[in-house]
């Protein structure tokens, strides 16, 4: 037995237990929307038939559509208002020394960790105060004015690899900055825009307790919100049209992340281990 | 050149700075005020209160509670992952075959959102159809379905292992970034030295991550103090209040029981302590970047 095929079975064998309680929770999700509705309440494993139309009763028994079209409505928004934002202060920390550079780090990152959890209550009078409560705009604003302190720290982090050179190329060719900038220097920058957009955006898609805060009126939830208020305080629940909107409200997006992760891992690595 | 906006770097770092510093700054100010006055259940100010509202949350057993079970919670959450994920990185950092497909099922929990994940988890571990309790008894180890969420007993703990496992793949991920800057010739000296495994995991990997395994520790101690849709999407801190924590807390002072004054208080409190949590990690990450 080769070295390699030894060390796979030591490796897979330790990591088994691991990946059982990982996996658990996604068959249980997968195995429950498929189950028939007489047969969700009974605790076996396997389904008699696969039900597949549990994804097309979910859509109006869930209240599936509005809310979904609220959850992309909130997370394109809130990205776009923090990218508008962001772009141009990434620029500037990363191709100008300027007193006040460091400090507008720092700042960027102390506010990076506060959560919006424990300014809760303040955000909500806030949004009283703008007169947007059970609005999804309040949630944009909300959410894309803590997004920029991330996105910022993010592009900043990847701008660094973009050459100066192109940009001083351009200016010595007679360019004016503005020009360099759109003609030469976006161009490059659209990759770690993008990449940052979409981390933006799944935050936004996955955020709870703000939106659970503003959000009291079901034209206004977004998706999960709309799946808690079918589980909480309930005594019947619909656990299969549950657990097929949690399914297709999860996987696109799960799926995007995981193919993507690692540069989030980069982007982070660079703008705060090292 | 002339001068335009886009050379000049106030200009540019303007707006992204206002919208940030807004959003903390404006919340925070009102929080201060209102946890220093008398406040009605509809948010209206009745004067100054002084230390009223603050004395009140630690005189509250509720808020005792919550603050001790906040304690097990985060240190829970936070040694919990970190004992899992060193040996998780140190094995995915291997050659071995499927190890990208490893890779990506260990940061599986990291895709989903923490609601999602804590509905399927609140209906797998439901008493009477939970597949958990159903699972167990396929493979003998239990005999009698276990109400999981029905006593804070076995509430909590399943809460803080939710916990543990949403936050391993963050974790490791931080690890084999650590595990990928040290050099083979380093491990490749001390096997010539003869040096057992252990000894170079020890001499060698642990000092050399030490800076990771900091960043970590304190990174997860912010995120897992502020984790609220585990708890609240299972339990919504019940039964009686007994799966608690802080931040569950302050969301029913605050919306549930209309204690504006007190959960304004406690806002101010937790504020600081994220702070100085904070400040410790962006110390941390400073220093490693000058090095």
Do not use: C
Not at chain 2, 75 to 80: A, L, S
């Amino acid at each position: 037995m080769s070295a390699k095929l030894k060390r796979t079975i030591v490796a897979w064998a330790l990591l088994s237990p691991l990946i059982v309680l990982i996996v658990f929770p996604f068959a249980v999700m997968f195995i429950t929307a498929i189950k028939p509705a007489q047969e969700v309440l009974r605790p076996t494993w396997w389904p008699s038939e696969v039900a597949w139309r549990n994804f097309i009763d979910m859509w109006p028994a869930t209240n599936f559509g509005p809310a979904l079209w609220n959850s992309i409505y909130v997370a394109v928004l809130s990205t776009v208002l923090a990218l508008i934002a962001s772009v141009p202060a990434a620029y500037a920390l990363n191709r100008y020394r300027f007193s006040g550079r460091g400090l507008f780090r720092q700042f960027l990152l102390v506010s990076q960790m506060l959560s919006p959890m424990v300014l809760v209550i303040g955000l909500f009078r806030l949004v009283v105060w703008l007169g947007l409560l059970d609005n999804v705009n309040s949630v944009v604003f909300v959410y894309g004015a803590f997004a920029v302190a991330f996105t910022v720290l993010m592009l900043q982090s990847y701008f660094a690899t973009i050459p100066r050179d192109l940009e001083e190329a351009a200016w010595v060719e007679g360019a004016s900055a503005w020009k360099a900038l759109v003609i030469v220097f976006l161009p490059l920058a659209i990759p770690a825009i993008t990449v940052t957009a979409i981390f933006s955006f799944i935050n936004a898609w996955n955020e709870f307790v703000i939106a659970l805060t503003m959000l009291r009126r079901q034209e206004s939830y977004t998706l999960p919100i709309q799946i808690f208020s079918l589980v909480a305080g309930r005594y019947t629940v619909e656990w299969h049209h549950v657990m097929a909107a949690t399914f297709v409200a999860t996987i696109p997006v799960a799926i995007v992340f995981a193919w993507l992760q690692r540069y989030l891992v980069r982007g982070l690595a660079i703008g705060a281990v090292k | 050149m002339t001068r335009s906006p886009v050379t000049n770097p106030y200009l540019l770092v303007l707006p992204g700075f206002l919208l940030a510093a807004f959003i903390i700054l404006w919340p925070l100010y009102q929080l201060g005020t209102i946890s220093l006055s008398e406040v009605n259940r509809f948010g209206q100010l009745r004067g100054f209160a002084g230390l009223d509202n603050y004395i009140a949350v630690f005189t509250d057993p509720d808020f005792l509670g919550a603050l001790w079970r906040t304690l097990v919670w985060t240190v829970g959450i936070v040694f919990g992952s970190l004992i899992i994920s060193v040996p998780v990185a140190l094995i995915l950092n291997e050659d071995f075959y499927g190890r990208s497909l490893a890779r990506v099922i260990v940061m599986l929990p990291w895709a989903v959102s923490l609601t999602m994940t804590a509905i399927v988890w609140r209906w797998a571990l439901n008493g009477e159809s939970g597949m958990l309790n159903s699972g167990l008894q396929a493979i003998g180890i239990i005999d009698t379905n276990i109400q999981w969420l029905a006593r804070a007993s076995t509430a909590f703990p399943v809460q803080i292992l939710i916990g543990v496992l949403v936050t391993i793949p963050f974790t490791t991920t931080i690890f084999l970034g650590g595990l990928s800057s040290i050099s083979d010739d380093l491990y490749e000296a001390a096997r010539l030295e003869g040096a057992s495994r252990w000894q170079a995991f020890r001499q060698i990997t642990l000092p050399l991550i030490r800076p990771f395994l900091n960043i970590s520790i304190v990174l997860n101690m912010i995120y897992v103090f502020n984790s609220f849709p585990i708890i609240w999407a299972t339990t919504q801190g019940g039964p009686a209040n007994s799966t608690d924590i802080l931040v569950t807390y302050l969301y029913k002072l605050g919306f549930r029981f209309g204690k504006l004054g007190e959960a304004s208080a406690l806002s101010v409190m937790m504020f600081a302590l994220l702070l100085i949590f904070t400040i410790t990690y962006v110390a941390l990450a400073m220093r490693s970047e000058r090095q």
